[in-house]
């Protein structure tokens, strides 16, 4: 029984699992995960091939106890490299980067490796953590379901805010200069459908806003969106996301 | 002359520990500036001013001002190679960005005064002791024992202290003594704990051990 924040309703749906061959990385991801996305653009960045292997967190499969063998939160994404098994998509974002060096995603520059550092962790510890299904369903069952909207809004003006103020004097082309780099990866999937996902419009964020129309320009971004994935539903009459607004 | 560096810090705030421990481990010398989290300090202009985004801690090295622990910890990685924070063997490394990561985006935003305060406020007291019960019981037993059985040597990831450690140590060290969390169901753990503390730069960087933690006529 599906319970949380999104429902997906199939009309007429068909789920089409791509099958690949052998391939040395394997990427445990849901389309819909925004740690996940990142992940992709990062091995779309890096031109990686890699097998992808779908995890419907809708069906709870994060809970099953092959993949806590390969996730012990339970959390999308994993990935596969030969022997080494990773969880946490900023570990698995900097391990890529550390041993696929082509298209580095951090800057020589010790002040602007820091500000991305700092960027990508206000998403994936600030923003991130507070939008997670488990808090959402806490306050729905706890607090009421009307409050959902109201707490990840907040959160989500918080971390704009001080991305927003972070970056400014940084930015170019992207979030930190005229090279896609870590802060952006994190970055796109946050921003990219957050209106149509939690009714929150970005356009009180100007560089966000900016930025968010740059990303959708990029191939590796565009190929990554959770539309262009798998396991997204694919020959649907319509879905339904029953929103938390 | 350099000027000497400058920390950002709470005596309780678990991402402040992190930093402390680094810059003890490195040998590095700072200045300790408190900023009273239960007092919204953090919100003070003057503060602002300095840290537009208002972050516990940073760090103020020159005209540099840097927040956000995990980002503190690398450039202080980067700038004063002593002491070495990460492996340099890649899947070790790889696991202490994992360990850091899990701590700091599953356990210890869950447990930190926003959340806890929305809890306190919106459903109970009693609520919050229950929330942090089921959060660092998932995030640790479930993940970490189990994730670093296959690692662990003296400390986390071998047997020197790695970026893990500093990320585990004081969240560890906070649900026990903050929380009287039980940690005999984690043995791995529970070792942890107990090498983190006869670590001299930990111990230094306990929170008791800050020029803020109030004394015993004072009150928080």
């Not at chain 1, 099953?64 to 998509?89: R, T, W």
């Amino acid at each position: 029984m599906l319970k949380g924040f999104f429902s997906i309703v199939f009309i007429n749906s068909t789920i089409h699992m791509m099958t690949n061959g052998e391939k040395k990385l394997q990427l445990y991801s849901c389309f819909i995960s925004h740690p996940s996305f990142s992940v992709r653009i990062a091995l779309n960045l890096k031109g990686l091939d890699y097998e992808c292997k779908s995890i419907n967190v809708f069906k709870g499969e994060q809970s099953h106890p092959e993949f806590l063998k390969i996730s012990p939160m339970g959390f999308v994404p994993a990935l596969l490299d030969g022997d080494m098994v990773l969880a946490e998509s900023s570990a698995i974002i900097l391990y890529l980067d550390d041993k696929y060096p082509q298209h580095p995603l951090l800057p020589h520059d010790l002040k602007k490796r820091a500000i991305n550092y700092q960027a990508a962790n206000i998403i994936s510890s600030t923003i991130q953590p507070t939008l997670r299904i488990p808090i959402l369903a806490y306050i729905r069952d706890n607090v009421g379901p009307d409050e959902r909207i109201t707490w990840v809004h907040k959160h989500l003006g918080k971390g704009f805010t001080a991305l927003e103020i972070l970056l400014k004097d940084h930015a170019g082309k992207y979030a930190t200069g005229d090279e896609i780099c870590l802060v952006d990866v994190l970055l796109a999937p946050q921003i990219i459908g957050t209106l149509e996902r939690y009714n929150y419009d970005i356009s009180n964020y100007p560089l966000l806003s900016r930025l968010s129309e740059s990303y959708k320009q990029v191939p590796a971004i565009r190929n990554a969106l959770p539309e262009n994935q798998p396991d997204f539903p694919k020959e649907v009459k319509g879905i339904i996301l029953i929103r938390i607004y | 002359m350099t000027s000497k560096l400058q920390l950002y810090s709470f005596f309780m705030s678990s991402c402040s520990f992190r930093v402390r421990i680094a810059l003890n481990l490195k040998g590095l010398d700072y200045e300790y500036k408190a900023i009273n989290l239960f007092k919204n300090e953090q919100s003070h202009p003057e503060y602002l001013k300095m840290n537009p985004i208002g972050y516990v801690p940073a760090l103020v090295d020159g005209d540099i001002v840097l927040a956000d622990s995990f980002a503190i910890i690398l450039y202080l990685e980067e700038k004063h190679p002593q002491h070495p924070l990460l492996p340099r063997d890649l899947a070790k490394k790889a696991i202490n960005y994992q360990v850091a990561n899990i701590v700091a985006s599953s356990i210890q935003p869950l447990l930190a005064l926003p959340v806890m305060n929305y809890i306190g406020e919106n459903v109970g007291e009693d609520a919050k002791i229950q929330w942090v019960y089921k959060h660092a019981a998932k995030g640790f037993a479930a993940a970490l024992e189990i994730l670093l059985k296959d690692h662990a040597g003296k400390y986390a990831t071998g047997d020197e202290i790695y970026l893990a450690d500093l990320f585990l140590a004081p969240q560890i060290i906070s649900l026990k003594e903050r929380f009287n969390f039980d940690m005999s169901d984690y043995p791995l753990l529970s070792r942890l704990c107990e090498a983190y503390k006869q670590v001299p730069a930990i111990q230094k960087a306990l929170p008791e051990n800050q020029p803020d933690f109030p004394s015993t006529e004072g009150k928080i």
